[in-house]
């Protein structure tokens, strides 16, 4: 089942506001088709907030107030809402119904003659035997490699991920994450994770946001070849470095990339 065409997605001047508090002060995004951006930051920086933004599940807002004349989200340079049935959101909580099976959760949406497409997508997120199943039965990893099938199964061409393995043990969420990244390498859509983990960010992005007060501080492109080995002297320098960032402990310079990694070696000894 191929994926649509992956969207462009343009934001000028996006803001959004709630009573006096400005969440988001006049963002200016590209992400080019196919690509895959992770957003980091402090609880409240405003990146779940971006999210619902690009999912139209919020509206935006004006920088003094009110309602933009222009819409300050465009997808492939239209207006948003041309695009919304390509866009699908993923989100922590699985949300799946308790009364509808596993196939029936993942068919939500489609037409009677497009069901058969649940089946093949299941099976592409290895629960290709459990359709029959009621989501009381599955784990907390096959609920949400159920709730990805349900996002896929519309061949979005914009995949948007808030937080969608915060609540899995390590080991699984290890696994999921491999499973996204498969599926985005082979069907190409644009993706944006929101994640806390800047390990997870580094895993999967070709670049990284750290947001702080409504505004991107750091907009950093990973320059690690996939598959990504998080053992690597590379991969831990990049990951403390968004860190730093993210806590404030390093304040980002304008044009940065990923520091080479520096290797320090102290009071060696050497047996003769």
Known sequence: MPAR????????????????????????????????????GQSGCGKSTLLRLLAGLETPSAAQGGVPSRSPVLFDNF??????????????????????????NVALGLPGQARAQAAEVLRQVGLGDRGGDWPAQLSGGQRQRVA?????????????????????????RIGMQQLIEDIWRRDGFTAVLVTHDVGEAVALADRILVIDEGRVVLDERVELARPRSRGSAAFA?????????????EAPAAGDRPLAPVIQIRHLRLAV
């Open 5 to 40: 065409a992956a969207l462009r997605v343009t934001l000028r001047q996006l803001s959004k506001r709630y009573g006096e508090r400005l969440v988001l002060k006049g963002l200016d995004l590209d992400i080019a088709p196919g690509e895959f951006v992770a957003v980091v």
């Open 79 to 104: 207006p948003q809402w041309s695009a919304d049935s390509r866009v699908r959101m993923m989100f922590q909580d699985a949300r799946l119904l308790p009364w509808k099976s596993v196939a029936q």
């Open 148 to 172: 990805l099938a349900r996002a896929l199964v519309h061949r979005p061409g914009l995949l948007l991920l808030d937080e969608p393995l915060g609540a899995l043990d390590a080991l699984t």
């Open 237 to 249: 320098a990049l990951e403390a470095r968004v860190l730093r960032v993210v806590m404030k402990q």
